[in-house]
């Protein structure tokens, strides 16, 4: 293992990921060139890294249908009842009338680091954080582009969902006495949730800034999302 690689191995470093200033100053302590916070979004954003979102707090996936290796969109269903849901689930609408298409069971998974490959609107926050950083104009979402957050697990896109109670109506003395589970898809990361990145992912940058090939494997073929990855509502 060489040098540069081995400061992600000391005692510094105890976990399998970190937040990106974490990063930043893990790099700086150990005595190799600074990596920048810019540099990983960069990174990221051209496709030749992976970023991961750390949620702390319990969230519910569904499998994105794709066609072709393109996820399919589908127009959003806007018709929940009035009064139905509370004003912290509304904040994670979205102003496009389009979501990605999903199919088969919701699962649940909490306190994960998951992977995610930037098809959906993480994509424009990284682009936002990376604008930041710069200190340059922050990017336009153009038309509304809004379709969720995705992450990626084992090669497989999931739309991220916020698990919810709709009252059904059936209430004694003002108490609602039972509730339907809903799923919608989540348009913003949770409050409680960011962006990190995992040891092996750092590595390729470490590489890559001393000079070094970085092999791409399946991130070689990572396109905008907005422009080549979705294929037209069905």
Not at 38 to 55: N, T, V
């Amino acid at each position: 293992m060489s040098d540069r690689l081995a400061f992600l191995k000391n005692k510094n470093v105890n976990s399998d990921w970190l937040t990106i200033k974490e990063a930043v100053k893990a790099s700086k302590k150990n005595g190799i060139r600074k990596i920048q916070e810019s540099d990983i979004y960069r990174y990221a954003l051209q496709g030749k890294i992976l970023l991961s979102i750390y949620f702390q707090s319990p969230i519910t996936l569904r499998k994105i249908k794709s066609y072709n290796h393109k996820l399919k969109l589908k127009p959003k269903d806007n018709n929940l009842p009035d009064g139905k849901i509370t004003s912290d689930e509304i904040v994670f609408f979205s102003e496009s009338n389009l979501t990605f298409s999903t199919e088969g069971k919701y699962f649940h998974t909490a306190h994960g680091v998951i992977d995610t490959s930037l098809f959906g609107y993480e994509y424009f926050l990284i682009q936002c954080l990376l604008a930041h950083n710069l200190k340059i104009p922050s990017p336009v979402l153009r038309g509304n582009n809004n379709y969720g957050i995705t992450v990626s697990i084992s090669g497989e896109n999931f739309l991220v969902h916020n698990r919810i109670s709709l009252r059904n109506g059936i209430s004694l003395n003002g108490i609602d006495l039972s509730f339907n589970d809903a799923y919608l898809p989540i348009y913003n990361l949770p409050k409680d949730a960011c962006f990190v990145i995992r040891q092996t992912e750092l590595n390729k940058i470490v590489n890559w800034l001393a000079g070094k090939k970085i092999t791409l494997g399946l991130f070689h073929t990572h396109i905008i999302p907005s422009i080549k990855t979705i294929l037209a509502c069905l």
